[in-house]
């Protein structure tokens, strides 16, 4: 913890404000993010629209994101992070203005700004953790900032249905981007010019493409694409393959997906332990990852509710497992400060929001060309593969390799 105090010259409490504001910041994007899927018929039948398009609602934020992860994260290795931060929750509090859109196009503008908003907010809150914290708590931390997103995801499900009833579609989704109104307004009054003031010099431009383009840094994306991939697709549209191939009410059905997202959420506590104990990642990657696949398509091809439940438990439980391990990686590579640290998970992050996009209107489009959802869901699940991949193809980093490197160098 020393090493977190001394670079920053703040007081060790302080690091603490930092992780609740990262945590909140997360929970801002969680909680929207998905929340339209369970709402999809209620708005193809408001616009008038066709699958394909309404999947551009879902898929979207993940296309804007991963088109403008990478660009953010070099302007804030150059102008900072603080500042940079706040422009991310700025776009993140646009989804409360959800209510006054007019037309499917100016409801896409605002769902659009989300993913901007997640490009600019994701990454740098690694590089914040990773300024204010030693390597060793870093996957305990990451771990649970993250498992803010997934409470959120969980939220935005399970209550969209049962407050559009009571207030209407439109502004149940506005209400979901009020935590990132307030925390914008906690940031500016806490973090921005604390961090800004902590804030290392900027790094070369040199030094930024070097780390794009290592092969590591690659990897670490692999690693990503198979759970955001995989996730999204499966979120995005299991509540309406219930709702309309299972015969169940869309209540149940967005019930039935967020009860397995909050139910799995302990795991990621265990995962970050375990983790941290074991002082491995590699196997944390490889095993989830292929368990994953495998389980991903039994969550519709399955006909049991209970089986399909169980499917989608195992399905997020090895998610939520695999977690901890990617993120600290990059923290644990050679030579990484907090800037290279935010160019790193902006690379992954693009990456992964790039099968993010792409695999809901994909799916919505196969849907309307075959009748079916069975192909394009069977699509969405196997990306997640890639993450077993990229344990296979990434050097080990944790705390026992490191160990073993010091005694055979001695």
């Known amino acids: 913890m020393a090493e977190a105090v001394e670079e920053s010259g703040r007081p060790g409490a302080y690091r603490w404000v930092i992780f ?12 929207p993010f998905f929340a339209p899927a369970s709402l999809l ?27 403008l992860t990478v660009p953010s994260s070099i302007l804030a290795a150059r102008l900072g992070i603080g500042r940079t931060f706040t422009v991310g929750l700025l776009l993140l509090a646009t989804q409360a203005l959800v209510p006054f859109t007019a037309g499917f196009y100016q409801l896409l503008v605002v769902r659009l700004a989300l993913g901007a908003g997640a490009a600019i907010v994701m990454p740098l809150a690694g590089a914040l953790l990773h300024r204010w914290f030693s390597r060793g708590p870093m996957p305990l931390l990451t771990g649970l900032s993250f498992t803010s997103i997934a409470i959120g995801n969980g939220l935005g499900l399970l209550t969209a249905v049962p407050l559009a009833e009571m207030v209407g579609w439109k502004v149940s989704l506005g209400v979901y981007g009020l935590l990132a109104v307030v925390v914008l307004l906690l940031w500016m009054a806490l973090g921005q010019g604390k961090e ?3 804030t290392a010099p900027s790094i070369p431009f040199g030094d930024i493409f070097q780390v794009i383009r290592d092969p590591k840094t690659l990897f670490i994306g692999l690693a990503i694409v198979g759970p955001w991939g995989a996730s999204t697709a499966l979120i995005s549209w299991l509540p309406s393959f219930y709702y309309e191939v299972r015969q169940v009410s869309l209540g149940e059905a967005g019930t039935r997906v967020s009860m397995a997202l909050l139910a799995t959420i302990p795991v990621t506590f265990v995962a970050s332990v375990l983790v941290t104990r074991v002082g491995l990642r590699k196997p944390f990657m490889i095993v989830p990852g292929l368990v994953m696949g495998l ?11 209970s089986a399909a439940f169980v499917s989608f438990l195992v399905f997020y439980s090895c998610n939520r497992l695999s977690t901890p391990a990617v993120l600290a990686v990059p923290s644990e590579l050679p030579g990484m400060t907090s800037e290279r640290v935010g160019v790193v998970w902006g690379v992954a992050f693009a990456m992964g929001a790039s099968f993010a996009f ?3 209107p994909l799916i919505g489009l196969i849907r309307d060309l075959t009748g079916s959802f069975i192909p394009g869901l069977a699509f969405g699940a196997l990306i997640a593969f890639s993450l077993a991949l990229a344990g296979l193809l990434l050097p080990e980093t944790g705390p026992r390799a490191r160990r073993k490197m010091a005694l055979a160098k001695s």
């Open 20 to 31: 609740a504001l990262v945590v909140l910041a997360y929970m801002g994007i969680g909680l």
């Open 295 to 305: 389980s991903g398509l039994g969550t519709f091809l399955l006909a049991a509710p």
């Open 41 to 67: 018929p209620l708005v193809i039948e408001a616009y008038d629209i066709d699958r394909a398009s309404a999947g551009l609602l879902m898929g979207g934020p993940s296309l804007v994101q991963a088109v």
């Open 196 to 198: 800004e003031r902590a």
């Open 358 to 360: 792409v695999s809901p």
